[in-house]
């Protein structure tokens, strides 16, 4: 069974920063593709950022393409997202998220195991 953790949320002010975690077991993180998706409320969830099994590969949503990086540490089995130059438009429920395979997609479809999720809120 794998379970994927995430903390790191809060509250933060426009312009903030937050780095989020996700603690991963039952599946090795070097072995397989992960990612970062949201969920504002009253939308979908969208793909953040995906990082390969490698860790060579990554891939970023435009709106958070310059503020925010994937990376991952595979001794801790963790996967962090750091999250610079926060807008209000980023609030939302962050999802971790990992998929069997080695190659990072950003299909949430992709992906078989989520996190619950953490909040990030950033007020104005």
């Known amino acids: 069974q794998v379970h994927l953790v995430e903390s790191g949320g809060g509250v933060v002010q426009a312009g903030g920063s937050l780095r989020l975690s996700c603690a991963a077991s039952?599946?090795?993180?070097?072995?397989?593709?992960m990612g970062w998706f949201r969920q504002a409320p009253g939308k979908e969830r969208e793909f953040a950022a995906v990082?390969?099994?490698?860790?060579?590969?990554?891939y970023y949503a435009d709106s958070v393409k310059g503020r925010f990086t994937i990376s991952k540490d595979d001794a801790k089995s963790t996967v962090y997202l750091q999250m610079n130059s926060l807008k209000p438009e980023d609030t939302a429920v962050y999802y971790c998220?990992?998929?069997?395979?080695?190659?990072?997609?950003?299909?949430?479809?992709?992906?078989?195991?989520w996190g619950q999720g953490t909040q990030v809120t950033v007020s104005s």
């Open positions: 998220a990992s998929r069997p395979t080695r190659t990072a997609l950003t299909r949430a479809s992709a992906y078989d195991y």
């Open positions: 039952g599946r090795t993180i070097s072995s397989t593709a």
């Open positions: 990082i390969s099994a490698s860790g060579n590969t990554t």
